[in-house]
């Protein structure tokens, strides 16, 4: 008699539907997703060139279209407005006037849709004349110096005029150094202590950001973002941002982009307790769209399957472009 069990068959646990969904490892809900929307304060709405099948709304659609993707079960959507070239400056004071886009829409959401948790972006670039996500200063030799500590002050104008406006989430994307905690303090100081900060932890110095630029026309006047934002070839720097973006307050940990750094996911994930989540940018959600435009991929399997693999990696929440569409599949399985 053999002492070698039968042979282990491990195709039995992929045999049926009902087998399949017993022993699914990672599933996927609407509840997982943050629907970016793009605004701008015209009344008409303006399908966005450089990405197809998304659009820039004005306000009363934007309160539509959210109200809309939160009857499927979103949770949650992040706010990304298009500025007018003469509100733009140097020192970026658009950012934080309570009176602007941003807060407006904040305003208007909330008060349609309650239950709706509202996330804002806090960055410069799309107020800055200059196009970077923090303050710059030409030095004598010509070199731009993106500054870190003045913009940290503008940021936390900017959160607490994010606050006052009722957002749930404040979101700062600009990667300078201390600015998390300066939020949190600033917060915490005007009483803000129920605002949550989703720190956008590991972001990188992608190309794939290029659409969504186009999308606000907030690409840096000159030079690149490579003195803030990560380099692609690092991980290891995701944990020390990872380390320092928790001790310094952050409620939730970002990735971006997500699908092609998987890798970071997985190890930002291992390294906090806090939750992580990721963002399927524009160049993903363009490099999909132009595939199935052509033919050449099945748009619900594949998109379906890039959202299950960043979640897989231990993304608890994506921000994707397909999340209405996304969402309207999963009700349909
Ligand atoms: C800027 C910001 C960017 C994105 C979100 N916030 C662009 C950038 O950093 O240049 C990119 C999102 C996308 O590509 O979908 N604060």
Not at 76 to 105: M, Q, R, T, W, Y
Request: proline fraction near 6%.
């Amino acid at each position: 008699m053999s002492i070698l069990p039968a042979m282990l068959r491990p195709r039995r646990n992929r045999r049926t539907p009902a087998i399949r969904s017993l022993v699914r490892e990672t599933t996927l809900s609407p509840a997982d997703f943050i629907l970016p929307l793009f605004l701008h304060k015209e009344s008409a709405d303006t399908p966005i060139t450089s990405m197809p099948g998304v659009t820039r709304w004005s306000l009363e659609s934007l309160v539509r279209e959210a109200g809309e993707a939160h009857a499927l079960g979103i949770p949650a959507i992040v706010l990304f407005p298009k500025i007018d070239e003469e509100l733009k400056s140097p020192k970026a004071g658009e950012c934080h006037n309570d009176d602007g886009l941003v807060p407006h829409a904040v305003r208007l959401l909330k008060a349609a849709h309650p239950t709706l948790c509202v996330i804002t972006d806090v960055a410069l670039d799309p107020y800055n004349s200059d196009g970077h996500d923090g303050l710059v200063h030409r030095e004598p030799s010509g070199e731009l110096n993106i500054l870190n500590d003045e913009t940290v002050e503008i940021l936390c104008l900017q959160a607490l005029c994010h606050a006052r406006a009722g957002a749930d989430i404040v979101a700062p994307s600009d990667m300078m150094d201390g600015r998390v905690a300066a939020i949190r303090d600033a917060l915490d100081a005007e009483h803000f202590t129920d605002v949550s900060i989703l720190s956008y932890t590991a972001k990188y110095a992608s190309a794939f950001y290029g659409p969504f630029r186009g999308a606000l026309d907030s690409s840096p006047k000159e030079g690149d973002k490579q003195t803030y934002q990560m380099d692609p070839g690092n991980i290891r720097e995701s944990i020390r941002e990872a380390l320092l973006d928790e001790a310094e307050g952050a409620d939730m940990l970002m990735v971006k982009p997500a699908g092609l750094y998987l890798d970071v996911i997985s190890k930002v994930r291992e390294t906090s307790t806090l939750p992580v989540a990721a963002y399927q940018v524009s160049g993903e959600y363009l490099m999909l769209k132009s595939a199935v435009a052509a033919g050449w991929l099945d748009e619900r399997a594949a998109v379906l399957e890039s959202l299950i693999a960043i979640k897989r990696a231990g993304a608890s929440m994506i921000l994707t472009y397909f999340a209405r569409q996304a969402a309207t599949w999963l009700s349909e399985r």
